[in-house]
Protein backbone atom coordinates (compact mmCIF):
# COMPACT_ATOMS: atom_id res chain seq x y z
CA UNK A 1 0.00 0.00 0.00
CA UNK A 2 1.33 3.65 -0.66
CA UNK A 3 -0.19 6.65 -0.09
CA UNK A 4 -1.31 7.06 -3.25
CA UNK A 5 -3.56 4.17 -2.94
CA UNK A 6 -5.62 5.35 -0.14
CA UNK A 7 -9.07 6.18 -0.67
CA UNK A 8 -12.02 7.63 1.49
CA UNK A 9 -13.15 3.60 2.20
CA UNK A 10 -10.00 2.44 3.15
CA UNK A 11 -9.63 5.58 5.51
CA UNK A 12 -13.71 4.45 6.58
CA UNK A 13 -12.15 1.04 7.63
CA UNK A 14 -9.03 1.99 9.91
CA UNK A 15 -10.67 4.56 12.23
CA UNK A 16 -13.79 4.46 14.77
CA UNK A 17 -17.16 6.33 13.45
CA UNK A 18 -16.74 9.14 16.35
CA UNK A 19 -13.07 9.58 15.37
CA UNK A 20 -13.46 9.28 11.60
CA UNK A 21 -16.27 11.83 12.06
CA UNK A 22 -14.09 14.50 14.11
CA UNK A 23 -11.65 14.21 11.51
CA UNK A 24 -13.62 14.83 8.84
CA UNK A 25 -15.18 18.08 10.60
CA UNK A 26 -11.71 19.39 11.55
CA UNK A 27 -10.86 18.74 7.49
CA UNK A 28 -13.93 20.53 6.85
CA UNK A 29 -12.87 22.80 9.13
CA UNK A 30 -9.41 23.73 7.17
CA UNK A 31 -7.75 22.31 10.69
CA UNK A 32 -5.08 20.59 8.55
CA UNK A 33 -2.17 22.72 8.00
CA UNK A 34 1.20 22.49 6.83
CA UNK A 35 0.79 19.58 4.73
CA UNK A 36 4.14 18.28 3.82
CA UNK A 37 5.32 15.28 1.89
CA UNK A 38 8.11 12.76 1.61
CA UNK A 39 9.30 9.74 0.20
CA UNK A 40 7.73 7.18 2.97
CA UNK A 41 5.41 9.66 4.84
CA UNK A 42 3.58 12.82 5.21
CA UNK A 43 3.47 15.49 8.17
CA UNK A 44 0.90 18.01 9.04
CA UNK A 45 -0.40 20.13 12.07
CA UNK A 46 -4.07 19.44 13.26
CA UNK A 47 -5.29 22.75 14.86
CA UNK A 48 -7.47 21.54 17.52
CA UNK A 49 -6.80 24.24 20.35
CA UNK A 50 -4.21 23.19 21.08
CA UNK A 51 -2.11 22.25 17.88
CA UNK A 52 -1.49 18.92 17.33
CA UNK A 53 2.03 18.00 15.65
CA UNK A 54 1.38 14.23 13.17
CA UNK A 55 3.30 11.92 10.92
CA UNK A 56 2.03 8.75 9.26
CA UNK A 57 4.65 6.25 7.51
CA UNK A 58 3.44 3.50 5.43
CA UNK A 59 6.30 0.46 5.92
CA UNK A 60 5.48 -2.91 4.22
CA UNK A 61 1.55 -2.20 3.54
CA UNK A 62 1.33 -1.34 7.60
CA UNK A 63 0.70 2.63 8.51
CA UNK A 64 2.61 3.75 11.54
CA UNK A 65 2.08 7.20 12.92
CA UNK A 66 3.21 9.72 15.65
CA UNK A 67 0.73 12.23 16.75
CA UNK A 68 1.58 14.89 19.77
CA UNK A 69 -1.61 14.76 21.34
CA UNK A 70 -2.28 12.40 24.83
CA UNK A 71 -4.64 10.06 23.57
CA UNK A 72 -3.52 6.53 24.33
CA UNK A 73 -3.94 3.10 22.84
CA UNK A 74 -3.89 1.47 19.74
CA UNK A 75 -6.83 3.27 18.24
CA UNK A 76 -6.13 5.91 15.70
CA UNK A 77 -6.59 9.40 16.58
CA UNK A 78 -8.64 11.86 15.21
CA UNK A 79 -5.74 14.24 14.35
CA UNK A 80 -3.79 11.24 12.97
CA UNK A 81 -7.33 10.34 10.80
CA UNK A 82 -7.43 13.91 9.98
CA UNK A 83 -4.33 14.09 8.20
CA UNK A 84 -5.16 11.00 6.45
CA UNK A 85 -8.60 12.48 4.93
CA UNK A 86 -6.80 15.70 4.13
CA UNK A 87 -4.24 13.60 2.18
CA UNK A 88 -6.93 11.71 0.32
CA UNK A 89 -8.92 14.55 -0.28
CA UNK A 90 -6.25 17.33 -1.73
CA UNK A 91 -2.87 15.42 -2.15
CA UNK A 92 -1.74 18.87 -4.28
CA UNK A 93 -2.02 20.76 -1.61
CA UNK A 94 0.51 18.88 0.53
CA UNK A 95 4.28 20.21 0.00
CA UNK A 96 6.51 17.69 -1.94
CA UNK A 97 9.78 17.58 0.03
CA UNK A 98 11.85 16.37 -3.62
CA UNK A 99 9.98 19.05 -5.73
CA UNK A 100 11.02 21.91 -3.08
CA UNK A 101 14.39 20.68 -3.30
CA UNK A 102 14.75 20.77 -7.03
CA UNK A 103 12.78 24.16 -7.15
CA UNK A 104 14.81 26.02 -4.80
CA UNK A 105 17.93 24.73 -6.63
CA UNK A 106 16.98 26.81 -9.30
CA UNK A 107 16.64 30.33 -7.46
CA UNK A 108 19.77 32.59 -7.13
CA UNK A 109 21.39 33.47 -3.70
CA UNK A 110 19.74 36.61 -3.90
CA UNK A 111 16.23 34.93 -4.24
CA UNK A 112 16.69 32.80 -1.44
CA UNK A 113 17.62 35.30 0.72
CA UNK A 114 14.46 37.61 -0.47
CA UNK A 115 12.54 34.73 0.22
CA UNK A 116 13.85 33.79 3.70
CA UNK A 117 13.27 37.40 4.53
CA UNK A 118 9.85 37.17 3.37
CA UNK A 119 9.65 34.08 5.84
CA UNK A 120 10.91 35.43 8.62
CA UNK A 121 8.00 38.20 8.42
CA UNK A 122 5.75 35.53 8.10
CA UNK A 123 6.45 33.31 10.49
CA UNK A 124 7.61 33.62 14.18
CA UNK A 125 9.63 29.87 14.01
CA UNK A 126 11.70 31.18 11.20
CA UNK A 127 12.74 34.39 12.77
CA UNK A 128 13.43 32.53 16.37
CA UNK A 129 15.46 30.43 13.89
CA UNK A 130 17.66 33.13 11.87
CA UNK A 131 18.42 34.73 15.71
CA UNK A 132 19.49 32.02 16.80
CA UNK A 133 23.49 32.83 17.80
CA UNK A 134 26.01 30.51 15.55
CA UNK A 135 26.76 26.97 17.57
CA UNK A 136 30.15 25.49 17.82
CA UNK A 137 31.25 21.82 17.42
CA UNK A 138 30.12 20.97 21.10
CA UNK A 139 26.99 22.97 21.39
CA UNK A 140 25.82 20.88 18.42
CA UNK A 141 26.89 17.52 19.23
CA UNK A 142 25.60 17.79 22.77
CA UNK A 143 21.85 18.85 20.53
CA UNK A 144 22.63 15.86 18.91
CA UNK A 145 22.87 13.52 21.83
CA UNK A 146 19.62 15.24 23.23
CA UNK A 147 17.64 14.36 20.67
CA UNK A 148 19.10 10.58 20.69
CA UNK A 149 18.38 10.82 24.26
CA UNK A 150 14.37 11.83 23.77
CA UNK A 151 14.20 8.83 21.20
CA UNK A 152 15.51 5.92 23.05
CA UNK A 153 13.38 6.74 26.11
CA UNK A 154 10.12 7.21 23.80
CA UNK A 155 9.79 6.36 19.72
CA UNK A 156 6.95 8.79 20.28
CA UNK A 157 9.15 11.63 20.32
CA UNK A 158 10.65 10.73 16.82
CA UNK A 159 9.05 13.44 14.96
CA UNK A 160 10.31 16.26 17.20
CA UNK A 161 13.71 14.35 17.22
CA UNK A 162 14.17 14.20 13.70
CA UNK A 163 13.26 18.17 13.11
CA UNK A 164 16.38 18.91 15.91
CA UNK A 165 18.82 16.33 13.93
CA UNK A 166 17.70 18.64 11.26
CA UNK A 167 18.40 21.43 13.11
CA UNK A 168 21.52 20.26 13.41
CA UNK A 169 22.27 19.66 9.92
CA UNK A 170 21.60 23.19 8.92
CA UNK A 171 24.01 24.01 12.04
CA UNK A 172 26.80 22.49 10.37
CA UNK A 173 26.29 23.38 6.98
CA UNK A 174 26.46 27.19 8.44
CA UNK A 175 29.99 26.04 10.16
CA UNK A 176 30.69 24.65 6.26
CA UNK A 177 29.96 27.48 4.42
CA UNK A 178 32.15 29.81 7.23
CA UNK A 179 35.28 27.21 5.77
CA UNK A 180 34.90 24.69 9.24
CA UNK A 181 34.60 21.86 6.92
CA UNK A 182 36.40 19.22 9.35
CA UNK A 183 33.44 20.58 12.07
CA UNK A 184 30.87 19.99 9.32
CA UNK A 185 31.77 16.72 8.28
CA UNK A 186 32.23 15.15 11.87
CA UNK A 187 28.32 16.29 13.13
CA UNK A 188 27.35 14.71 9.67
CA UNK A 189 29.24 11.78 10.53
CA UNK A 190 27.78 11.65 14.03
CA UNK A 191 24.28 12.15 13.09
CA UNK A 192 24.49 9.21 10.62
CA UNK A 193 26.26 7.21 12.86
CA UNK A 194 23.67 7.87 16.09
CA UNK A 195 20.57 7.55 13.37
CA UNK A 196 21.87 3.96 12.40
CA UNK A 197 22.31 3.22 16.29
CA UNK A 198 18.79 3.82 16.83
CA UNK A 199 17.50 1.50 14.36
CA UNK A 200 19.72 -0.69 15.48
CA UNK A 201 18.71 -0.69 18.89
CA UNK A 202 14.64 -0.82 18.04
CA UNK A 203 15.74 -2.79 15.36
CA UNK A 204 13.46 -0.83 12.78
CA UNK A 205 15.13 -0.34 9.11
CA UNK A 206 13.24 2.98 8.33
CA UNK A 207 13.17 4.04 12.25
CA UNK A 208 14.67 7.56 10.09
CA UNK A 209 13.47 8.26 6.51
CA UNK A 210 15.77 6.68 3.82
CA UNK A 211 16.08 9.92 2.49
CA UNK A 212 17.40 11.49 5.31
CA UNK A 213 20.48 9.29 6.05
CA UNK A 214 21.15 9.60 2.07
CA UNK A 215 21.64 12.99 2.10
CA UNK A 216 23.61 13.09 5.24
CA UNK A 217 26.06 10.52 3.88
CA UNK A 218 26.34 12.56 0.50
CA UNK A 219 27.38 15.48 2.29
CA UNK A 220 29.71 13.83 4.25
CA UNK A 221 31.12 12.30 1.51
CA UNK A 222 31.75 15.58 0.06
CA UNK A 223 33.15 17.15 3.15
CA UNK A 224 35.35 14.57 2.44
CA UNK A 225 36.19 14.99 -1.05
CA UNK A 226 36.42 19.29 -0.39
CA UNK A 227 38.54 19.47 2.87
CA UNK A 228 42.32 20.17 1.69
CA UNK A 229 43.62 19.34 5.44
CA UNK A 230 41.54 16.38 5.79
CA UNK A 231 42.90 14.25 9.18
CA UNK A 232 42.68 11.02 7.54
CA UNK A 233 43.48 9.27 10.26
CA UNK A 234 39.84 10.85 11.38
CA UNK A 235 38.12 9.71 8.87
CA UNK A 236 39.12 6.21 8.96
CA UNK A 237 38.24 5.74 12.83
CA UNK A 238 34.90 7.87 11.21
CA UNK A 239 34.41 5.23 8.43
CA UNK A 240 35.43 2.16 10.66
CA UNK A 241 32.33 2.84 12.72
CA UNK A 242 30.36 3.06 9.93
CA UNK A 243 30.86 -0.26 8.92
CA UNK A 244 30.87 -1.50 12.41
CA UNK A 245 27.27 -0.65 11.81
CA UNK A 246 24.45 -3.69 10.45
CA UNK A 247 24.37 -4.30 6.85
CA UNK A 248 21.14 -4.11 7.07
CA UNK A 249 20.70 -0.94 8.75
CA UNK A 250 23.09 0.74 6.66
CA UNK A 251 21.43 -0.03 3.24
CA UNK A 252 22.88 1.51 0.52
CA UNK A 253 25.17 3.41 1.98
CA UNK A 254 28.07 2.88 -0.03
CA UNK A 255 31.58 3.57 1.70
CA UNK A 256 34.21 2.04 -0.84
CA UNK A 257 34.75 5.05 -2.99
CA UNK A 258 35.44 6.85 -0.37
CA UNK A 259 37.79 3.81 0.76
CA UNK A 260 39.71 3.92 -2.72
CA UNK A 261 40.26 7.69 -2.70
CA UNK A 262 41.88 7.97 1.04
CA UNK A 263 43.76 4.69 -0.29
CA UNK A 264 41.98 2.39 3.05
CA UNK A 265 42.09 -0.96 3.35
CA UNK A 266 39.26 -3.32 2.27
Given amino acids: MRFEDLNTQTLSRIGTPEATAQAQELVRG ?8 LPDRIRGVVANEPAFRVEVKIHNDQLSYVCSCPQEG ?39 LEIILDMAERVPEVRGILKEEEHGLEDILESIDRAVEEVSADTAALADAESKLRRAQLRADRLAQSGRLAEARSIYFYLLDNILSLEEKFQKEKLFPSDLKKELFEEYCQFIHEDR ?36 PG
Fill in 30 to 37: QQVRHGYR
Fill in 74 to 112: EELCPHVLALLWAWVEAPGSFLSHEELKERLKKYSKKEL
Fill in 229 to 264: HLEKDLVQQEIEQLESRSPLFRGELDLSEVKRELSL
